[in-house]
């Protein structure tokens, strides 16, 4: 079946560094989605990317989808203390309605 | 205000006793699903459910059930629990399946 594989881990940054988390799908995506979870939260969407090779911008946060839409990464530009939390990508493939998401990446910064 | 709510927030229980955790949602959504989160593990998709009566297994539906009678309702039955199904479960729902998923707040359970 279809595995979504998300490195690292763990990241702990110092304040102001910049962090990066990769997602690897096993099949072809249709699309992939990134979610945060705070501490003691629930995920809350970030955003969707479903074009090969797209590239979309919010603020401090880069997303890519890779041409041939089996891998994502979401990049942070000098990170803040707010940023703290899980990030986590779900992939949706040819099964309609089966969402598989990567382990995630803890993310910790220290101020 | 558009939410998803799940009940009980907090159930510990005994192994073998039946218990229902309900997940409601006021979006008109098609999509619900079910997820559990354990440690290292992510969240894993245990049953969804494209729409009214529509639902199918996930990649952990073992020892679940699940029902789709209403649109807004998707509750979650565990026949027989064991302690191997103590997670924190989050119930989410979506316009349609491969849109932005809206979470609940997440059940803890445990069963000893």
């Known amino acids: 079946g279809q595995q979504v594989m998300q490195i690292p881990q763990y990241q702990h940054v110092q304040e102001g560094e910049d962090f990066t988390t990769y997602c690897n799908s096993s099949?072809?995506?249709?699309?992939i989605q990134w979610y945060k979870q705070r501490p003691g939260g629930h995920p809350v969407f970030l955003i969707q990317?479903?074009?090969?090779?797209e590239v979309k911008k919010q603020k401090r946060l880069t997303f890519q989808f890779g041409e041939a839409k089996k891998n994502s990464s979401l990049h942070i530009t000098a990170t803040q203390t707010t940023d703290v939390g899980t990030y986590f990508c779900?992939?949706?493939?040819?099964?309609?309605?089966?969402?598989?998401f990567g382990d995630g990446t803890t993310l910790t910064v220290k101020p | 205000e558009a939410q998803v709510t799940q009940n009980p927030r907090y159930l510990i229980t005994v192994t073998g006793k039946k218990l229902t955790v309900t997940c409601s949602q006021n979006?008109?959504?098609?999509?619900m699903s079910w997820y559990r989160q354990d440690p290292g593990l992510g969240l894993r998709q245990i049953y969804y459910?494209?729409?009214?009566?529509?639902?199918d297994k996930g990649d952990v539906p073992e020892g679940y059930k699940v029902s789709r009678k209403e649109k807004r309702n998707f509750p979650l039955i565990l026949e027989s629990p064991s302690p191997n199904q103590t997670s924190l479960y989050f119930c989410?729902?979506?316009?349609?399946?491969?849109?932005?998923?809206?979470f609940g707040p997440g059940t803890r359970l445990t069963v000893l």
């Open positions: 779900a992939g949706h493939g040819t099964n309609a309605g089966k969402s598989t």
């Open positions: 099949t072809t995506l249709s699309n």
């Open positions: 990317l479903v074009k090969s090779g």
């Open positions: 979006m008109n959504h098609e999509y």
């Open positions: 459910s494209m729409n009214v009566e529509v639902t």
């Open positions: 989410a729902s979506a316009i349609e399946y491969r849109n932005t998923q809206y």
